[in-house]
C-alpha cells in the first residue's frame, strides 16, 4: 500500500488537554478516514474528508483535508479517559477504494 | 444501527491446517474489504469484492482465498497455516452506491497458529 507517515507515535496527556496528530503522504489522496481502535477490537469511523481544504467536525473531534491533497491531521479538544486508544488515519487514492494506513497514534490519557 | 459481524471471533489452529473466516456486512452494502493487522501494526488490505466479483487485490498469499457470496456475505479461507499467519483479520464493508468511500469495520477474528 501507499507510505503515509503519522505522527507523532504515541502521547501522553493530561485529562482535558487538546491532542492534535497528522498524516502526510508523498501521492495525493482522494479521500482521508480517520480511525479509532481499541485493544482487541476494529477500528470504528470517526470522519470522513471528501475535498481538499475541508475541515469537519464529530463533537471534540475536529479532522481536515490539506490543500496540497498528501495531509491530514485530526484534532480531540477537551480529553476525556474514555479517549484512550489508537487513533489512524487512512487514505485512498482516486479510482481506488482500497485503505492505505498510518502506523497509528496511541493515545493515554491521565486523569 | 446493524454492524459488520465476523466469526469466529478467535480462532487456534495448528500449522499446515485450513481456516475459514467469516463476515456478514452490514445490510444493504455491496462492497466487503479484508484486512490483516499483525501484533503493533496497521491494517494492510488483503482483498476486496464488490457484487460478488473480486475487485481488488493486495498483499494477499497464494494459500488464501476468498469469496462474496449471493448474500454478500464473504468467507476468506486460509490453508497451509504458517506461524505468520497470525494477525487479527477484519473484514468491512462498504455501499458504493452512497458514501463508497465509508468503510465500516467488524470486530475482527483473532487466529492463532500454532
Known amino acids: 500500500g501507499q507510505q503515509l507517515n503519522q505522527s507523532p507515535q504515541s502521547m501522553f496527556i493530561q485529562e482535558g488537554e487538546d491532542v492534535s496528530m497528522n498524516c502526510t503522504s508523498s501521492?495525493?489522496?482522494?479521500?482521508w478516514l480517520w480511525y479509532k481502535q481499541e485493544p482487541g477490537e476494529g477500528p470504528v469511523l470517526l470522519i470522513a474528508?471528501?475535498?481538499?481544504?475541508e475541515l469537519t467536525s464529530n463533537g471534540r473531534l475536529t479532522a481536515q483535508f490539506g490543500i496540497t491533497r498528501k495531509d491530514s491531521f485530526l484534532n480531540i479538544s477537551a480529553s476525556i479517559p474514555s479517549d484512550v486508544g489508537i487513533y489512524f488515519c487512512?487514505?485512498?487514492?482516486?479510482?481506488?477504494?482500497?485503505?492505505?494506513f498510518g502506523a497509528g497514534t496511541t493515545v493515554t490519557v491521565r486523569a | 444501527a446493524a454492524g459488520v459481524i465476523q466469526s469466529p471471533r478467535h480462532l487456534i489452529k495448528e500449522k499446515r491446517e485450513t481456516a475459514t473466516l467469516k463476515c456478514y456486512p452490514i445490510?444493504?452494502?455491496?462492497?466487503v474489504y479484508w484486512y490483516q493487522q499483525g501484533p503493533g501494526q496497521d491494517p494492510q488490505f488483503l482483498i476486496s469484492?464488490?457484487?460478488?466479483?473480486?475487485?481488488d487485490k493486495g498483499s494477499i498469499p497464494d494459500r488464501f482465498s476468498a469469496q462474496q457470496f449471493s448474500d454478500y456475505h464473504s468467507e476468506l479461507n486460509m490453508s497451509s497455516l504458517e506461524l505468520g499467519d497470525s494477525a487479527l483479520y477484519f473484514c468491512?464493508?462498504?455501499?458504493?452506491?452512497?458514501?463508497?468511500?465509508?468503510?465500516?469495520f467488524g470486530p475482527g477474528t483473532r487466529l492463532t497458529v500454532l
Open positions: 468491512a464493508s462498504s455501499s458504493l452506491g452512497g458514501r463508497g468511500n465509508e468503510q465500516f
Open positions: 501521492s495525493i489522496f482522494n479521500t
Open positions: 474528508l471528501y475535498k481538499a481544504g
Open positions: 487512512a487514505g485512498q487514492l482516486i479510482n481506488d477504494y482500497k485503505l492505505s
Open positions: 445490510p444493504r452494502h455491496d462492497t
Open positions: 469484492f464488490y457484487e460478488k466479483m473480486q475487485s
